[in-house]
């Protein structure tokens, strides 16, 4: 079963892998078998390795987004969060924002 302070912590991670884009922390935020949607409608992307090249290959430039999310619901290995984030210019100029909400299956580990 997971906990609420598991899945914000996880949330939390993902900001990091965000910030930073570290391989091997990416990897860490998922399972070999992931399954892993940018938006309702994209494409899957499957398993771990595919993830991590497509956060690499699609790198948002430090300071061009902000973001926070929140654990809504936490139900035995399974989460729904919610969370907002918002993109700028280089000149620091609004862009676009997002509404985002995640549907996460935890394995055992967490």
């Known amino acids: 079963m997971v906990s609420e302070n598991t899945v914000t912590e996880w949330l939390n991670r993902y900001i990091e892998c965000w910030k930073n884009y ?7 935020l998922f399972t070999e078998d992931v399954e892993y949607h ?29 973001a926070h999310y929140e ?12 969370g907002h ?10 862009k676009a924002e997002w509404s985002n909400l995640f549907l996460l ?4 580990a967490g």
């Open 38 to 66: 940018y938006t309702p409608y994209s494409p899957v992307v499957k398993g771990r390795e595919a993830v991590v090249a497509s956060w690499l290959e699609g790198q948002d430039e430090p300071g061009t987004w902000s």
């Open 22 to 28: 570290d391989a091997q922390a990416i990897g860490d």
């Open 105 to 108: 299956t935890f394995d055992d």
């Open 71 to 82: 654990p809504q619901l936490v139900a035995g290995n399974r989460a729904a969060a919610k």
């Open 85 to 94: 984030s918002a993109y700028y210019e280089k000149d620091g100029s609004f």
